[in-house]
């Protein structure tokens, strides 16, 4: 298999950095490792914070918890304009992975050409 391929398969389907790990760009690998990292947990904390407004005010309002107080209070919850830290933390994981694939296979190009 073709280094680019590999790299970009792995950058791709498992974590973002780990094809440059392999075709031995470890500064490039290891600061997309760490900069995709850092939007998994921007991106969770997001989602929890909602989460937890969700069911605060399920609990508030004495709702019964059923699926159709869920999902309305989830759309009621994502349709407020207090979900920038998710959205933002999804659109970088986004850009990091994207940045990620391509880089690599980039990086991987260039070696299989040398050979």
């Not at 290891?30 to 991106?43: A, E, K, R, S, Y």
């Not at 969700?54 to 009621?76: G, N, R, Y």
Request: proline letters at 2%.
């Amino acid at each position: 298999m073709k280094n680019s391929l590999k790299a970009a398969l792995l950058s791709g389907f498992i974590f973002p950095g780990l094809g440059h790990l392999v075709v031995k760009q470890f500064r490039t690998g290891i600061i997309l490792i760490l900069t995709t990292t850092i939007g998994v947990i921007v991106t969770i904390a997001g989602a929890v914070t909602t989460a937890l407004a969700i069911l605060e005010k399920i609990e508030a309002e004495d709702l019964p918890i059923t699926m159709e107080t869920i999902t309305s209070a989830v759309h009621q919850a994502m349709a407020s304009s207090g979900n920038v830290v998710l959205n933002a933390g999804l659109i970088f994981l986004s850009l990091c992975w994207i940045v990620g694939v391509v880089d690599a296979y980039r990086v991987g190009s260039s070696i299989d050409g040398q050979k």
